[in-house]
């Protein structure tokens, strides 16, 4: 699976848009962009994942340049509950049931 | 839908002795189950794949005779750490995939365990 480069740590103030990019240069077309966040001392959960075109949930937006080397995770009005570790994941079609490689991540600070 | 549940939520134990860590898939069938650990600081590392009814797939590194993984039901799989060591002090997590639902290659997380061998 493609490699991942995100920043260590962002702060946000609540109620903004928190923006987190990720670079994953080497990805291939058959790679998908994946996010998870884990809370402090929880499991990790799902958010949003995508191949080329942008997606959006109840959670978050994921915008992925058309070149597909990055994306970015967008946290439309970020609380105090946000504040996470969030994880930019690259794997392969989730069909074939590939592993989950978990980077370092970003920290996302939300602040009052 | 797709709850995973860890017993317990937190451990101490005595170097030497083992200590035995459940996974619980509570509202869905996992045939499939993920072992990580996460040390201070740094991110989750897996350690083993466990199928429902076969022996489970260990990472490079991870020894298969000190984390014993039993996965006998399809809604329990469970990590046993032998002979524990201070070293092994970490929080292990396990994971589940969902086949039945919505999307079967999804990985749903446990809350975590925290071990502190002493």
């Known amino acids: 699976d493609a490699k991942t480069t995100q920043p260590t740590s962002m702060d946000c103030a609540e109620g903004r848009a928190a923006n987190l990019p990720c670079n994953h240069s080497?990805?291939?077309?058959?790679?998908?962009v994946y996010w998870y966040r884990q809370i402090h001392s929880q499991g990790p959960q799902y958010i949003i994942h995508?191949?080329?075109n942008n997606e959006t949930n109840e959670m978050a937006s994921l915008i992925i340049t058309e070149d597909r080397k990055s994306s970015t995770l967008i946290l439309p009005h970020a609380t105090l509950r946000d504040t996470a570790v969030y994880y930019c994941i690259v794997r392969v079609d989730p069909g074939t049931a590939s592993k989950l490689t978990f980077g370092t991540g970003t920290r996302l600070q939300v602040t009052l | 839908g797709a709850v995973v549940s860890q017993h317990p939520s937190w451990v101490i134990c005595k170097s030497g002795t083992s200590v035995k860590i459940e996974c619980r898939s509570l509202?869905?069938?996992?045939?499939?189950m993920f072992w990580y650990r996460q040390f201070p600081k740094q991110s989750l590392m897996l350690m083993a794949t466990?199928?429902?009814?076969?022996?489970?797939?260990?990472e490079q590194g991870v020894e298969k005779d000190k984390f014993l993984i039993n996965h006998a039901s399809l809604t329990l799989s469970t990590l046993t750490v032998t002979s524990a060591h201070p070293e092994d002090s970490s929080f292990y997590i396990c994971?589940?995939?969902?086949?039945?639902?919505?999307?079967?290659?999804?990985?749903?997380f446990g809350p975590g365990t925290r071990l502190t061998v002493t």
């Open positions: 080497t990805i291939s077309g058959n790679e998908y």
């Open positions: 995508g191949l080329k």
């Open positions: 994971s589940a995939r969902d086949p039945g639902g919505q999307n079967p290659y999804e990985q749903y």
């Open positions: 509202d869905f069938q996992a045939t499939t």
């Open positions: 466990s199928n429902e009814g076969s022996k489970a797939t260990y």
